[in-house]
């Protein structure tokens, strides 16, 4: 039996439960959801994007006193949302439907987020623009830390 990556298991909660309409709150609005970095291009065929990357730096492994071989993984993930002004959407508003949004969804699957997770926080929020780019763009970030137990090797 193979065990979900926390990277995948982030990627699925998201999908799985992000809701988002356009400024008329009535339209839904699309998500591109992924590992990959800013795209651009992904915006021809989205409304708005989600990045996820791996935060090594911040990650860390601890063995448990509580029994013999326990470990607790803490590894640290990059959540990054994407807007920009589009036909029926204003960035910077929807900036603030996606903060929402994933703090909703995180918060409200934080004891079980599914795969082989046990735990996860969402931690350290901040904004960003570039009003200079064409289009210009809005962008909020947070840190996720996911908790998972598991034996040593």
Request: hydrophobic letters at 35%; one cysteine or more; charged letters at 25%.
């Amino acid at each position: 039996m193979s065990i979900e990556n926390p990277k995948t298991t982030l990627l699925t909660l998201i999908k799985d439960n992000i809701s988002l309409k356009k400024d008329d709150n009535v339209t839904a609005a699309t998500c591109h959801v992924s590992q990959e970095g800013f795209n651009s291009k992904a915006f021809k065929n989205f409304d708005t994007q989600v990045t996820i990357d791996f935060e090594p730096a911040r990650s860390t492994v601890r063995q448990l006193a509580i029994g013999a071989g326990k470990v607790l993984y803490q590894d640290c993930y990059r959540i990054t949302s994407w807007a920009i002004d589009k036909t029926g959407i204003t960035g910077k508003k929807m900036r603030w439907k996606l903060r929402r949004e994933i703090e909703r969804i995180i918060r409200s699957n934080c004891k079980s987020p599914g795969g082989n997770l046990s735990y996860v926080d969402l931690i350290s929020p901040s904004e960003s623009e570039d009003l200079q780019f064409r289009p210009p763009w809005w962008a909020i970030t947070w840190f996720v830390i996911t908790h998972r137990f598991g034996g040593t090797t």
